[in-house]
């Protein structure tokens, strides 16, 4: 049976908590942030948490590396 290889793309997105939580950065952070007003530029700030739903399937993408 062959093994489960990690998706690298999601390696490189998400990162699972100790709680099991999945972090992500949010979108639309990387540049061209003159065009966001002050305060959507503040809540793009830190790191999102996934809905729940969608955290099997990233902890299943991730393989060896979902803890």
């Known amino acids: 049976m062959p093994k489960q290889k990690t998706h690298k793309g999601v390696k490189k997105r998400f990162r699972i908590t100790a709680r099991g939580k999945v972090k992500h950065r949010r979108a639309g952070t990387s540049h061209l942030q003159v065009r966001l007003t002050s305060r959507r530029r503040r809540n793009l700030r830190g790191t ?3 809905a729940k739903v969608d955290t099997s399937k990233i902890v299943e993408a991730l393989g060896k ?3």
């Open 48 to 50: 999102g948490v996934l």
């Open 65 to 67: 590396y979902s803890y």
